[in-house]
Structure formats: C-alpha cells, structure tokens
C-alpha cells in the first residue's frame, strides 16, 4: 500500500507544484500592474468570497463526506456508485445556482462582512463588482471538486491534479492578452480604476469552467456518467451524506470566520489585504504541493482500509504520510521564515509593487511559515475522522480554534496592528494540531505512527536548522546582488543551496535514504 501511496503523493504533488509556479507566475503580473491598489485588494477579497463558500461546500465539508461513501459504493458495484454521484451533482446545482442568486444581490452586504475597512471608499464599490462578477465560479469549481472525488476515489488522481493549472493558465493569459491589446477590451480603459482588475474577475468564472470541463472529461473517459437525468431527489443516500457533511459544514465555517477575522483586521489599513494575500500565495507553494497531495490520496485509502478492517494498512499509511508531509513541510518552513525577504523582493518588487510593500509582505511570511507544518499536518490527521464518517469531533475542535484565532487576532490587533491577523491564523493552527492528535489517540494503533515515523522526525528537524543556517549564511553572502541586477541570479543560487544542503543533510542524518528517493522516482515515472 506504501508504495502506490507515495506514488499518489507524487503524482497529485507533482502537478500541484507546476499549479503553484504558475501561480506565482499569475501573482508576479499582478504584482506588476495592480500592486496593492484599490483595485488588487478589490479583486482578492472579491476572489475570496467564492472560494470561502468554496472550501464550505466542495474541497471542505461536501468532499470529505462525499469521497468515503463513494469510496465504499465504488468497491461493490460502479453503477450504483455513480448513481449516487449523480444525484449529488443535481442537488449540488440546485443548491450552488440559488446560492450565487442571493450571493450577487446580496454582494454590499457580504463585503461588509469580510472587509468593514473598505466602506466609504472606492474599494468597496470595485469590490462589489468584482465579487458579482466572480461569483459564479463557485458552482464550476464546486461540480469540479466531487467529480474530482470520484476520480480520486477511483485511483485516477491525474486529471483532476492538473485541473488547477488551467484557472492559472487563463488568468495569465488574460493579463498578458491586455497587455498586449489594450483596445480590444470590451470596456474604455480610462473609465475604470484599473482595467487588470475587472478582467481578472471575469476570467475567474471563466477558469471555474475551464476545470470542469477537465475533469468531466476525465471521468466520461474513465466511464463515469455523471449527468443527472432528473431533478434531485431525496435518496437515503443523500440523507446520509447530508447527515455526514452537515458538522464538516459547520466546521468548514468556522475556518472561513477565521479568515473573515483576519480580512476585517486587515481591511482597515491600506494595502495590509494585498500583503496577506501575496504572503499567502508564498506559503501555499508547500501547503498546496504537500498538504493537498496529502489530503486527496490518504482518505480514499483510509476509507478503502477502514472497510476491510486492515489496522495494519491503516497504520502504515498514516505514517508515511506524516513522514512524507514533515519531510517536505519542515524545511519549506525554515526557508520561509530565514530569507523572506529576497524571495518577495524578487518574485513580486517591480512596477506598483514597492520596497515597502516588500517588508510588509515579508513580515507575513515569516509569521505564517511558523504555522506550515501545522497547516499541513491538519491534513494528515482530519482523514483519520473524517475516513471513519466522524465529522463531528473535528468541529469541536474548529470551534475551539476559531476562539483562540479571534482571541489572538483581534485581541493583538491594537498592539501590534494588522500582522495580528496572520498571527492569529499560525496559533489557531497548532491548536486544531494539537487537538486532533489527542482525539486521535481513541482510535489505537492505527493513529500512532511507527518507530520509523518516529525517529525521522527529529532527523528531519536537525537537516532542516542545519540547511537554515546554510540558507543564513549564503544570504549574508548573496546581499550586495540582491541590491544590484543580479537579484534574479542571487535568489536561484540561493534555492539551489537550499535544495542541495537539505538533501545532503537528510541523507547525513538519516531523515530518508537514497533508495527510498531512487524508489519514489522511478514509481512516478
């Protein structure tokens, strides 16, 4: 089982990481040429409105009930599988379509409700039309995330991997095609704050529908029928996901307080949303390539071993998951925290992004890689529930850490100002952490990790200072060609020390072994 775990890790990480650079691609233009105006905070809160309902409905509280149903039902007979999909991708539409109705009439109120800061500006109005026009995306990437359950489900983690690249693809086409040309806009450039912003909204939709397509494809070649013939009807199915996803719901929600928090502390200063949100993007190059490959491939197997009652199996996955996501997390986080500022700087300091909006940014980072690991081992430990339909001990325990973020956040915010946000977000995180280990301890064996797991942890924390202070040094080194030209140059000798020195270090300390890596290659060729 190892073995085709690792594989799906690679598989769904690998993608994930082409994804991720994309975006960074994506983040640099619109560094470029929306900086941390009105018009970038503008389209990331209206960004933010669909992907909060986003991982309420699909990745979050939908999918992890739906995959472990559809898991069992796939290993019995397909059809009957597939039919249980169909009906859920009916109410899904029904649902997601009356939920973007109220979304788009109700839009004033609900940018109140994330970014107060911006009323009486013009941030608030853009936002406003952005977040109408983005909305949409919700239903496309909502139908596209249970499609893509069923995929994953079925072993098939391709597809539904590289989806996310295209919504990338499409936004830096966008950019790049207004760039080039200007006049061919369906609006007069000069009648808006910054034309860049309003064609980012309509192209979210518009990737949204991208993905779908991907992935429905995908699982018609695969022999999935998805495409309900009928209304939604009310099978007991249905009730029993419905019973299973509603405290994942709740406790879905209870994440997108935390991120409202963190928006509304951030919204009353200036450009403190567009710092958060580019920091953002730093650290979900580790979160996504690692805690998502992590997320998507473990709970279908757990669901498939929770089944046959193979303990054994459950164990060994658990492990190698944990040793995988630390392996990767640990140092990714040590990186971030040591040199932030030439890696902002470089990827993002150009056109209306200025040295100040540097440092802010940088502070961000550096707050959030303290929570990385946290991030990522939320993932590894929720499918230990949420495999055994246990939906509800992960909402007490989001409840628990929505408190200790509104204490941090709000409480610190007129001490230290707006990086009180992200600190908020960092120790909510170790919290959940924390919580979901104890809670996971009923479940026996199957929760603790092997003496392998075991011992390679403090092997990978000992790589990892020692890579940080190689990263350190060479920084101290590099500095006067950060300054100069060769800043693109200095940042990529930089990584490149830092990928050597790790490796080299986890070898010496015995944090992996060469054939394990040899291994791990030639399972994704």
Same mark, same amino acid.
């Given at each position: 089982m190892a073995p085709r775990l690792i594989k799906g890790f690679l598989t769904v990480g690998s993608w994930t990481l082409l994804s991720r650079l994309l975006g960074f691609a994506r983040d640099i233009l619109? =560094?470029?040429? *929306?900086?941390?105006?009105?018009? =970038?905070?503008?389209?990331?809160?209206?960004?933010?409105?669909p992907n909060m309902f986003r991982r309420f409905f699909a990745e979050g509280a939908f999918n992890m009930a739906f995959v472990p149903l559809y898991a069992r039902k796939l290993e019995v007979d397909q059809s009957e599988a597939d039919a249980f999909a169909r009906d859920a991708v009916a109410a899904m539409v029904v649902i997601l379509t009356a939920l973007s109705a109220v979304a788009i009439i109700a839009m004033p109120a609900l940018v109140l409700l994330i970014a107060q800061g911006f009323a009486g500006d013009v941030r608030f109005d853009l936002t406003v039309i952005y977040g109408r026009i983005a909305f949409p995306y919700i239903l496309f990437i909502s139908l596209a995330a249970l499609v893509s359950g069923v995929l994953n489900s079925a072993g098939r983690f391709l597809a539904a991997? =590289?989806?996310? =690249? *295209?919504l990338n693809i499409t936004f830096i086409g966008a950019l790049a095609f207004t760039w080039a040309f200007p006049g061919l806009l369906p609006f007069d450039m000069t009648e808006v704050v910054n034309p860049y912003g309003r064609v980012l909204a309509w192209t979210v939709p518009f990737g949204g529908l991208l993905q779908l397509g991907l992935v429905w494809w995908a699982a018609a070649r695969a022999g999935h029928r998805l495409l309900p013939r009928r209304m939604p009807r009310i099978t007991p199915d249905l009730r029993r996901l419905a019973v299973i996803a509603a405290p994942a719901a709740l406790a879905g929600g209870v994440v997108q307080v935390n991120l409202i928090v963190g928006r509304r502390i951030a919204s009353e200063v200036e450009g403190a949303v567009a710092w958060l949100s580019y920091a953002d993007r730093l650290y979900q190059l580790p979160l996504g390539v690692v805690g998502i490959a992590i997320g998507i491939v473990l709970l279908p197997s757990l669901a498939r071993q929770v089944r046959a009652g193979d303990r054994e199996g459950q164990r060994d996955a658990y492990s190698r998951a944990f040793e995988f996501s630390w392996l990767l997390t640990l140092p990714s986080a040590v990186a971030l925290l040591v040199v932030p500022w030439p890696l902002v700087s470089v990827l993002f300091e150009r056109g209306a992004f200025d040295v100040d909006d540097t440092a802010a940014t940088s502070i961000a980072l550096m707050i959030y890689a303290l929570g990385l690991p946290a991030f990522v081992l939320q993932k590894v430990l929720q499918p230990l529930f949420f495999a055994r339909e246990d939906t509800r001990r992960p909402l007490n325990y989001a409840l628990v850490s929505m408190v200790v973020n509104a204490v941090i956040a709000i409480g610190l915010s007129r001490v230290i100002g707006w990086p009180a946000a992200a600190l908020g977000t960092t120790v909510a995180a170790w919290a959940m952490v924390v919580l979901l280990w104890r809670g996971a301890r009923g479940m026996g064996d199957v929760a603790q990790l092997d003496m392998r797991a075991r011992t390679r942890i403090w092997r990978t924390l000992v790589a990892s200072i020692l890579m940080g202070a190689v990263l350190w040094a060479a920084n101290l080194i590099l500095g006067p060609m950060f300054g100069g030209g060769w800043r693109g140059l200095a940042l990529a000798i930089l990584v490149g020390l830092g990928m050597l020195s790790y490796f080299v270090f986890a070898l010496a300390t015995g944090a992996t072994r060469m054939v394990e890596l040899r291994g791990m290659v030639r399972r994704q060729r």
């Open positions: 619109i =560094a470029r040429f *929306l900086g941390t105006g009105p018009a =970038a905070e503008a389209f990331f809160i209206a960004f933010s409105l991997a =590289a989806a996310p =690249a *295209l």
